[in-house]
Every structure is written in structure tokens, then in C-alpha cells.
């Protein structure tokens, strides 16, 4: 029914009455406006003025495979899907991973239904962002993985400021920043034997064209729309993010140079603030001066002592 009602109004110039598309469908004016939600929800954009009815103003533009490879030119990334609704991609990537589903594929979805961020947080994927997920099988040993999420992030970043000029920063060891509000996360997770990787799923949610919040995240969310004040195409930002991300990855299984580590470390927010973080019952706090090649964020604390954070959840002053 929904597609029937978006035919009509893509056929009209003007409004369309609730009655007239009530009788035009043979279905009840509430049918047409639970219908008109639905395609609301779905990014379509419909004006409804009373008296006079409804009208489409703007359609959402949809992920395109074969769009997005256009021209992409990657290492490790050899193949790309789109799907419409997905609980995960991430936990689409482990089902396809346990019937051996070869490193290098790109799984984005629309819309995530059960979408997650780190430590079992929900991650908000309304329409308008790019949710999706890459799997890699490296041959490192499981202590030799971790850095990563700062290698994806420092991708994502640097498409970021490529394509938008926005001033895009990191948040160790998994956010994208602008300003002080936060523009995508990443969640990596791992399958390992003792002393080998089995495989390593990123996922990672970017804040496209969203426009709106829920209430919990109001306030420290961001897109590229709200901070460019106009529409992205998805596609063609999605392929300068995989480019970046593919070139940031490689680099990182190659080993990050000294030049590289120092250039993540200028992008990284976090580097210059006043932090703090709990791990086993300790907490450490003191201003974090720098990141490691294997990923380590470098604390100094009152008395002049380095700490090295790898995990957990740290606390920096000024950022939500």
C-alpha cells in the first residue's frame, strides 16, 4: 500500500487529499496516513497541510553498490553489498564469517534495527546515515589487533576532512568528533583462537544526512548536514570513506610509521585534555599527552608518571 500511495504522489504536482487517496486505493484515511508515516520513517519527505492534503517534497537517496565501487580502487576492500534492514551489520558479517566468508567484504545497511556501539550501548541508525561493517582475516597474532579501531577511525577522519573541509577530530579510541559533538563510532570486535585471528569485524556508523536526535543523544550528536547546512550524497562520500579507511587499514597491518603515529596524534581531541578512566577498581587521571604505535593512550598524571590506557571507558574533559 505504501509504495501505491508514494506512486501517487510522485505522479502529482501539488497535494493530494487523505480522502482523495482514501478513495483512489479503496483503504481508510487512517490506513493512508499510518502508510504515510511508514514512508516518512523511511526518509521521504512529505508536507501535510490541513484542508489541502499531502505532498513529496524529497526523496531519499539510497545506497547503491554499484555506485559506491565506482572508481574505488582498494587493497583490502574487494566487495561491497547493501542491504535495506539489517539488525547488524556487524552480526550479519559473524553469521557470514562462520561459513567462511572471505576477508575484504563491505556489508551497509539502510537501517539497523538492533545497531550497537562499545560496551553494549545501543548506536541510533535512522535513515540518512551510513551503518556498515568490513571483515578482515589478518595474519597477526590477537595481541597484535587492537589499534585497529584508531586505524578505521583515523580513516574515517581523514574522509571526513577530505571531502566536507569540516574540522573532523578523533576521540580515542573509537569516536569521530566535530567540535564537540560526536559524528560516528566504532565498533571493533574479534574471533581468535590462542594464537591466531580468526577474523576482525569493523563497524562503524556515520551521522550523514540525519537531521534529528532521540532525546538521549540530543545533545552530543552530530551529522554533516546539520554542520554543512545542506545534503550529502551518500554514495559518493561512502566511497571516499572506504578509500581512507581501505589506505588506513593496509598501512596499519604494515606497520604504522613513526610520521603516521605522530599525524593520528594531531587529529586525536583527546591528546592535550584533562582525562580520566577506571580499569580493574584503579582510576587514572592526568592529561593525555600523546598516542602509542600499537594504539596506547599516554597519560601523564600529577606526579609526572606515564600511563598507558589501552581499554575502558575514558572521561575527557570538554567532550560530551
Not at 580502487?73 to 558479517?93: A, F, G, P, Y
Not at 602509542?292 to 599516554?298: A, F, V
Request: proline share 2%.
Amino acid at each position: 500500500m505504501k509504495q501505491k500511495i508514494l506512486k501517487v504522489l510522485e505522479s502529482t504536482d501539488g497535494y493530494v487529499s487523505g480522502e482523495q487517496l482514501s478513495k483512489m486505493l479503496g483503504v481508510s484515511r487512517t490506513a493512508v496516513w499510518k502508510n504515510i508515516k511508514v514512508l516518512r520513517s523511511e526518509g521521504y519527505k512529505i508536507d501535510s497541510v490541513t484542508n489541502r492534503g499531502y505532498r513529496l517534497t524529497e526523496k531519499p537517496e539510497m545506497l547503491d553498490a554499484e555506485k559506491i565501487s565506482q572508481g574505488l580502487e582498494t587493497s583490502l576492500i574487494r566487495k561491497i553489498e547493501v542491504m535495506k534492514t539489517v539488525d547488524s551489520t556487524n552480526e550479519e558479517l559473524k553469521r557470514r564469517s562462520r561459513y567462511g566468508e572471505p576477508s575484504g567484504i563491505v556489508i551497509a545497511a539502510e537501517k539497523q534495527t538492533g545497531g550497537k556501539g562499545r560496551l553494549g550501548r545501543a548506536w541510533n541508525s535512522d535513515i540518512g546515515g551510513i551503518y556498515f561493517s568490513l571483515l578482515l582475516r589478518p595474519d597477526l597474532p590477537p595481541g597484535e589487533i587492537s589499534a585497529i579501531t584508531l586505524a578505521a577511525g583515523y580513516g574515517v577522519c581523514l574522509a571526513v576532512r577530505e571531502y566536507t573541509g569540516l574540522d573532523a577530530r578523533i576521540k580515542w579510541p573509537n569516536d569521530i568528533i566535530v567540535g564537540n559533538k560526536k559524528l560516528c563510532g566504532i565498533l571493533t570486535e574479534m574471533s581468535a583462537q590462542s594464537d591466531r585471528i580468526d577474523c576482525v569485524l569493523i563497524g562503524i556508523g556515520i551521522n550523514v544526512n540525519n537531521e534529528e536526535f532521540p532525546e538521549p543523544i540530543r545533545q552530543k550528536a552530530t551529522s554533516l548536514r546539520l554542520e554543512l547546512g545542506r545534503k550529502i550524497d551518500r554514495n559518493e562520500f561512502f566511497r571516499c570513506v572506504l578509500r581512507s579507511l581501505d589506505k588506513t587499514s593496509a598501512e596499519f597491518l604494515a606497520g604504522f610509521s613513526q610520521e603516521e603515529t605522530e599525524h593520528f596524534s594531531k587529529l586525536c581531541a583527546t591528546v592535550g585534555r584533562q582525562v580520566s578512566t577506571t580499569n580493574g577498581g584503579r582510576t587514572i587521571a592526568g592529561t593525555a599527552v600523546g598516542i602509542t604505535s600499537g594504539g596506547e593512550l599516554e597519560v601523564r598524571d600529577e606526579e609526572g608518571n606515564i600511563h598507558l590506557i589501552n581499554s575502558g571507558e575514558v572521561v575527557v574533559q570538554g567532550i560530551y
